[in-house]
Nanobody, 115 residues
Framework: QVHLVESGGGLVQPGGSLRLSCAGS????????MGWYRQAPGNEREVVAT???????NYADSVKGRFTISRGNAKNTVYLQMNSLKPEDTAVYYCNAMLNAANYWGQGTQVTVSS
């Protein structure tokens, strides 16, 4: 059974930083595109950043220049370094792994940006 487990969320002041981690198990994620999505209360889930198996990255315009996505050497981990956080970044952040028809989600980790 495939599992994605996120960690690293929490409460941070505006301008601060957090690093989210996601570890996958139960499958080999070498070929998967992995990514981070977020969902704020009352909003739809939106893509934050994705990274392909060969390292091509894509970011939402709202986080470009502030967030960095990366993968671990074993390819079954993905990270999201978040800098210069803003209150509007507050959301539940979800890890995703996708390959063809396979689409997996983690349980989510809360990120709250508030003074």
């Amino acid at each position: 059974q495939v599992h994605l487990v996120e960690s690293g969320g929490g409460l941070v002041q505006p301008g601060g930083s957090l690093r989210l981690s996601c570890a996958g198990s139960g499958s080999i994620f070498t070929l998967h595109t992995m990514g981070w999505y977020r969902q704020a209360p009352g909003n739809e889930r939106e893509v934050v950043a994705t990274i392909t198996s060969y390292g091509r990255t894509n970011y939402a315009d709202s986080v470009k220049g502030r967030f960095t996505i990366s993968r671990g050497n074993a390819k079954n981990t993905v990270y999201l370094q978040m800098n210069s956080l803003k209150p509007e970044d507050t959301a539940v952040y979800y890890c995703n792994a996708m390959l063809n028809a396979a689409n997996y989600w983690g349980q989510g980790t809360q990120v709250t940006v508030s003074s």
